[in-house]
């Protein structure tokens, strides 16, 4: 299967990961958050044709301390490089960290434009979003967005399902919760992904078997029958 999203970046002993990671997986998503992250994940992909994808894109928490200025420069270089990634991402609204309404503002103002140049691009969208689910949701469906990965998932299985009914993928980590079970057993598998969000979860892109292993439990299916669907639906995601 493959492992939805990861940070490869930021992976100690990369090489060595990637060598381990070639024995039990078949491909990897690997996710930017800001301008360096973006430009080191497409080098990485570069590196790995046909087994790491890159997604670029500008997270809340970054975005929130940016001027306009420098958020412009991370938009112009994901259009100049469009063709080193498959999403634009990770992206949306993280109001943990924001502790004021400037800062909320700012997030938001750089979500709208980074969705509205992913569907510009024709690009699927990688989800960011804490404390902020519904709100994400609600701007994802105002922008018409077709292709959503909502990252990490934590919100309710009513937001879970409401996602799928517009065609969107739940990711799931390798962190066990009532919640996240509930989301799992509510939605088919055809809109479900696994994940690892090494190196900040998983301690390397292997952990995002755990998460197929969850989808297992929760399905009452074998893994292997498991992985090999999160695999295709992370293909049609991510058209590759």
Known sequence: MFDAHCHLETVPKLDEALAACRAKLNGLITCGYDLPSSVRNAEIAASNPNYVWACGGLAPQYAMKMNDDEVAKVFGYLR???????AIGEIGLDYKWAKTEGEKARQ????????ALANELQKPVV???REAEEECVELLLAAKCERVQLHCFSGT????????????FIS??????????????????????????APAIGKDPLACLAGAEMIAEEKGMERGEVEAVLEKNCRRLFSI
């Open 80 to 86: 100049e490089h469009v063709d080193s990634f498959v």
């Open 108 to 115: 938001k103002t750089a979500f709208e434009k980074q969705i």
């Open 127 to 129: 989800i960011h979003s």
């Open 157 to 168: 299985a009513e937001l879970a399902k409401r996602a799928a009914d517009s065609g969107w």
């Open 172 to 197: 799931i980590p390798p962190l066990r919760s009532k919640a996240r079970k509930q989301a799992v057993k509510s939605l088919e598998l055809e809109y479900l992904l696994a994940e690892s969000d």
